[in-house]
């Protein structure tokens, strides 16, 4: 298993940016992708951005051209830049990582809120 920790959610202004991370508990250069993903209350789980081991990325069309994804491998950390944030971004953000032979692990996630 791998045990992952996301940080640096909190209260934002609309059009305002957060930086969020994931620290992964292990070396993530063996790991397939990773990937975040968000929630909001009495909705469904959604794919917000992912990075592959070859640094390929995909992004909802909803965050595209607002959100990037990035990796530190030397850090073993995923991040999760995001700017001109709105309303409609309000969600817990959950961290994801799926690596060959154990599978897949999810973070505890993150609360970010998007309000004036």
């Known amino acids: 298993q791998v045990q992952l920790v996301e940080s640096g959610g909190g209260l934002v202004q609309p059009g305002g940016s957060l930086r969020l991370s994931c620290a992964a508990s292990r070396s993530i250069l063996s790991f397939t992708f990773l990937a975040w993903y968000r929630q909001a209350p009495g909705k469904q789980r959604q794919l917000v951005a992912s990075i592959t081991s070859g640094g390929s990325t995909n992004y909802a069309d909803s965050v595209k051209g607002r959100f990037t994804i990035s990796r530190d491998n030397a850090l073993n950390t995923v991040y999760l830049q995001m700017n001109s944030l709105k309303p409609e971004d309000t969600a817990v953000y959950l961290c994801?990582?799926?690596?060959?032979?154990?599978?897949?692990?999810w973070g505890q996630g993150t609360q970010v809120t998007v309000s004036s």
């Open positions: 994801k990582a799926y690596v060959s032979g154990l599978g897949e692990s």
